[in-house]
């Protein structure tokens, strides 16, 4: 850490004493475990899930598979080999948990009898296995493989990977869009489907040609799923000839027994994903957008009536955007989550009247699993100040309870605030949220500098979660009051605010924006009005690069993978129908917005607004590729503006190495030390 930093937090730390509650750090938020995937039991008696462990020193973290009761009791972990055991998926006797594993080197499927005994490999593929479903008897596997999509078979497909890799040349040859996508280069790759029996063998492709199944993007969980009665698969995948500029995913099934293959979302040319089929068997349920090119558009619930082929739309009256959805095992009730106003909230939909109802409205829930008796929900649920642990929901008597605590020890010692709410009446009269963090060992008496958090998407929202990225409680930590805006385009506030943000980045959210920080300055008289920083990556990088050519409230500036110039952005990026829609087509036939909204237009501005801005970007992002960064660092130099660049040549879009976001938290600190001394 560097000096300032150190000897501010060696202050506050000792002013809590021996005992008392202290600002969490860097180094306490990478050792929090975190849950991945959750699986019930078919009896409903056991919940098998993944915990993904950090370590600073080795800079690097391992994987593996936990069982604990549905009732809380009796935790224990099921897998110590090094590296990745994770995505657990229960035989549909339950009889055997079967995951994904990594330790004899490639990434293949495991199977841990409950009867006792050790792991035995169940597959032998020459490729990795990158997801896998049972059939409802067992006998078979559906599973996911990226192959070269002119390959035949697995092994040709790995023979090729062995030459190219043995090859002294690396050149590639590309002849189409989309050529590498976030954070890799396709290499002519695609995500394919397969089937196999239960051992792994008679292996059959169920998909085939250039295309993904799963889709490469905006796709659902699951994607590709059996029927009930294990003669059916529907799958997801989009294929458009440029998938670059399309967001037409749909839902394909395939008949095992006859080999045929329909498209059920043919007439629908935006996205369609996540088809998840009533446990009866009589329905399917799917989520549809409506406008095509758009990927921040509505979410609406389809259900398809297998019999008869009638469609019907059944959240019409519901002005959010359904997340993961699954059936009651009555068929019944469909249960889902969406986000709204800073919260990921919890719903039951009743498809015969369309009445949805609230359940949990409180923090942030996921992962939604229902017992076999349809009585209680179980889910992960997390807050701005308490890491993803697992929850369970009884739906009769609204209860909820908490069965795991992997984090409670290191939470205990840490001096961590909830998250508030408040409104305020924007520029044009409009009411818009924001969320505030105060910092440890808050006194309204005293007065606090200001981080203001603009989140990326656009189409985001900030939120009451525990993001080990964008933390907010680090943030408040060395003794900031942290504050962010859901500005319009943020998602959890109903489509018109949604779509409030395309074609117009610097104008509406700019202005929230300086609305919001005039209401918390107005508001609150605990922040200090001359000590206030800013903060934003991806979106919020642009928006923090459009703040430093457009005003010089701030004291200092980070802009993370943030957006400089649209029009040599959109030649480099990889989803172009992200800025085609954004900016209403491609900047060579309507140039207007690209150069609108770009901060690389004003940067004589630099002149008059000289705000210290600190840079950083990857090497490895392809969605806003590094030469962005690049070029905002050169502009500040060149105008004389006190700045600095942080470039990671093993990262991308996110810093994800333990030793990385060490040093990202504490260059932030450090710089915002240094302008506000």
């Not at 896998?132 to 090729?160: D, H, M, Y």
């Not at 095992?256 to 349920?285: C, F, H, W």
């Not at 009585?375 to 795991?404: G, H």
């Not at 903060?535 to 430093?548: L, T």
Request: glycine content about 8%; aromatic content about 14%.
């Amino acid at each position: 850490m560097k000096y300032y930093a150190l000897i501010f937090y060696m202050i506050v730390i000792a002013s809590f004493g021996a005992t008392a509650e202290r600002p969490m750090t860097v180094e306490d938020m990478w050792a929090m475990q975190r849950i991945g995937n959750i699986a019930l039991s078919p009896n409903g008696e056991w919940i098998a899930f993944s915990v993904t462990e950090y370590d600073m020193e080795k800079n690097s973290g391992e994987t593996d598979i936990w069982m604990i009761q549905a009732n809380g009791s009796d935790i224990r972990r099921l897998t110590t080999a090094s590296g990745y055991d994770g995505n657990p998926k229960w035989k549909p006797d339950g009889s055997a948990l079967t995951f994904i594993s990594g330790r004899h080197g490639s990434n293949q499927i495991y199977e841990l009898p409950m009867q006792g005994g050790e792991a035995r490999q169940l597959t032998h593929f020459p490729v990795d296995v990158d997801d896998f479903s049972w059939s409802p008897t067992g006998e078979r596997i559906l599973f996911t493989a990226t192959i070269f999509a002119e390959a035949k078979t697995l092994q040709q497909s790995a023979e090729w990977d062995k030459e190219k890799e043995q090859s002294k040349v690396k050149a590639r040859i590309i002849d189409h869009l989309l050529f590498r996508h976030w954070n890799h280069w396709r290499d002519g790759k695609r995500s394919q489907v397969f089937i196999c029996n239960s051992e792994g063998e008679g292996i059959e492709k169920i998909t085939h040609g250039s295309y993904d199944s799963p889709p490469i993007s905006l796709g659902g969980s699951p994607d590709f799923t059996f029927s009930p009665q294990g003669n059916e698969i529907a799958f997801v995948c989009n294929r458009d000839s440029m998938v670059a500029t399309s967001t037409n995913n749909d839902v394909y099934l395939y008949n095992l027994i006859s080999g045929k293959e329909q498209n059920l979302t043919a007439n629908n040319p935006a996205v369609d994903n996540n088809p998840v089929y009533s446990p009866d068997g009589r329905y399917m349920a799917y989520r549809s957008m409506e406008r095509a090119g758009f990927e921040a558009d509505q979410y609406e619930i389809v259900v398809l009536n297998r019999k008869s082929g009638e469609k019907k739309i059944l959240t019409q009256r519901f002005d959010l955007s359904p997340l993961d959805m699954i059936w009651s095992p009555d068929s019944r009730y469909i249960f889902f989550s969406a986000y709204h106003h800073g919260r990921r909230t919890v719903y039951r939909l009743t498809p015969e009247s369309e009445d949805i109802e609230e359940l949990l409205t409180a923090h942030y829930n996921r992962s939604l699993i229902i017992a076999p008796d349809g009585k209680k929900l179980y889910l992960k649920q997390q807050a701005v100040n308490r890491p993803e642990e697992i929850f369970t929901y009884d739906i009769e008597t609204k209860k909820l309870e908490q069965l795991s605590f992997f984090n409670q020890d290191l939470l205990d010692p840490l001096d961590l605030n909830p998250v508030e709410s408040f409104w305020f009446t924007s520029f044009d009269g409009k009411k818009a949220h924001g969320l505030m963090v105060k910092p440890p060992d808050f006194s309204s008496d005293k007065t606090y500098p200001l981080i203001y958090l603009i989140h990326g998407g656009p189409q985001g929202m900030w939120s009451d979660q525990f993001h080990y990225r964008w933390n907010s409680s680090m943030f408040a930590a060395p003794g900031y009051v942290v504050v962010m805006v859901n500005f319009r385009g943020s998602k959890g506030y109903g489509q018109e605010w949604c779509d409030a943000v395309s074609k117009n980045w610097g104008g509406g959210p700019y202005k929230d924006l300086m609305s919001g920080l005039d209401y918390v300055l107005d508001t609150y008289d605990f922040i200090d009005k001359e000590k206030v920083v800013a903060a934003g990556a991806s979106y919020g990088g642009f928006m923090i690069n459009w703040i430093a050519t457009h005003t010089d409230r701030f004291k200092a500036l980070v802009s993370h993978a943030g957006v400089f110039d649209q029009r040599s952005m959109y030649g480099a990026t990889e989803e172009l129908w992200f800025p085609e829609w954004e900016f209403n087509g491609t900047p060579y036939l309507a140039p207007e917005l690209y150069k609108k909204w770009s901060p690389s237009f004003f940067v004589s501005n630099f002149k008059d607004y000289k705000t210290p801005t600190l840079v950083i970007h990857g090497q490895h992002d392809y969605r806003v590729p590094v030469t962005q960064g690049f070029q905002m660092f050169t502009a500040l130099q060149r105008m004389g503006v006190p700045s600095r660049l942080i470039y990671f040549p093993n990262e991308y879009h996110f810093i994800t190495k333990p030793q990385n976001a060490r040093l990202w938290w504490n260059e932030i600190f450090d710089w915002f030390e240094k302008w506000l001394r």
